[in-house]
C-alpha cells in the first residue's frame, strides 16, 4: 500500500515520525523510496543543483512536470508531492487550479506544494482542496520569495512569529494535510506543531516537528555549498570526483579496458 495523506495525519496523533526527501530522477526516487522514506518531494530546489540556476524562480512548470513523471516511475510506495514553480499559482485560483490539475492528470503524483500562507494564498488553497486537489503548505522562509526575504531565518521576532503561526493555522483551515516549515526557531516550530492536528515537516525548524525533510543531494553530500541546517549523511561529491579520476588515468595509461 502506497502511502496516502490520511496515514500521514495518523502518525502525527500515534507520534510516529515522518521521513521526507527529495528526488528529481527515476534512478534516485528509486533507491529513496525502496529505503523506506514516507515522502517524495519533487522541490523546486530542483532549479538549483539539479538545472544549474541561482533561484527557484526560473524554474518553469513543464520542467517540473518532466522530473515529476521520471520521479512517479521509480516509486511504488512513497507519498508523492510536487512544488508548484513561482508564478505558477500567484496570480489566481484558476491558474493554481490548471497547474496543480496538471501536475496531477500528467505526472501520477498524489499532491501538490504551495508556498505562504497569507490571506490571498489560504484562499486559493481553499478552492484547490474543495476541488479535490491534496495541498502541502509552507511557510517560514519561502525561497519563491528570495528578493523579498533573502535566505535568512524566519520568525525570529514576536510579530514575525506571530504572523507564522497564524498563516499555519489558515493553512490548515483551508484543507493542507500537512506544512513544511522552514528555517525558524525551533521553539516556534515546536509551537506550531502542537497548535495543529496536521504534521508539520520541518527543514531547519529544530527537532519538535513531526516529521523531517531534506535535499537529498545535501544528504549525500552532492551540493557545492550546504545549507547551515543540513548533516551530510555521504560524500559523494568526493567520491564520484574520484572515481573519474581513476577511470581517467586508467584510460590514459591504457589500462581500461584490460586487454
Not at 498524489?110 to 490571498?120: D, F, M, S
Request: with cysteine; charged share 15%.
Amino acid at each position: 500500500m502506497s502511502v496516502t495523506t490520511h496515514q500521514l495525519i495518523q502518525w502525527k496523533q500515534q507520534r510516529r515520525p515522518i521521513v521526507a526527501l527529495t528526488a528529481y530522477d527515476y534512478a534516485i526516487a528509486q533507491l529513496i523510496d525502496l529505503a523506506g522514506v514516507d515522502i517524495i518531494l519533487v522541490g523546486d530546489s530542483l532549479a538549483m543543483p539539479i538545472l544549474g540556476y541561482e533561484t527557484t524562480l526560473p524554474l518553469t512548470l513543464d520542467e517540473m512536470l518532466h522530473h515529476a513523471k521520471a520521479v512517479r516511475r521509480g516509486v511504488q510506495q512513497a507519498l508523492i508531492v510536487v512544488d508548484l514553480p513561482f508564478l505558477t499559482y500567484q496570480e489566481s485560483p484558476q491558474q493554481a487550479i490548471h497547474s496543480a490539475g496538471r501536475v496531477l492528470k500528467e505526472t501520477g503524483a498524489q499532491a501538490v506544494k504551495l508556498e505562504g500562507g497569507y490571506p490571498a494564498m489560504a484562499a486559493t488553497v481553499s478552492q484547490l482542496t474543495s476541488a479535490g486537489i491534496p495541498v502541502m503548505g509552507h511557510v517560514g522562509l519561502t525561497p519563491q520569495s528570495v528578493h523579498q526575504l533573502g535566505y535568512k531565518k524566519q520568525g525570529k521576532t514576536a510579530q514575525a512569529a506571530d504572523r507564522i503561526i497564524a498563516e499555519s493555522i489558515a493553512l490548515q483551515e483551508a484543507g493542507v494535510f500537512a506544512i513544511v516549515l522552514e528555517h525558524i526557531p525551533a521553539d516556534l516550530a515546536a509551537q506550531i506543531t502542537q497548535k495543529l492536528t496536521i504534521p508539520t515537516i520541518g527543514i531547519g525548524a529544530g527537532p519538535h516537528c513531526d516529521g523531517q525533510v531534506l535535499v537529498t543531494s545535501d544528504l549525500l553530500g552532492l551540493s557545492q555549498k550546504q545549507p547551515p541546517f543540513v548533516k551530510a549523511y555521504a560524500n559523494l561529491r568526493e567520491t564520484i570526483t574520484q572515481a573519474v579520476k581513476d577511470y581517467s588515468l586508467e584510460v590514459r595509461e591504457g589500462k581500461f579496458p584490460e586487454q
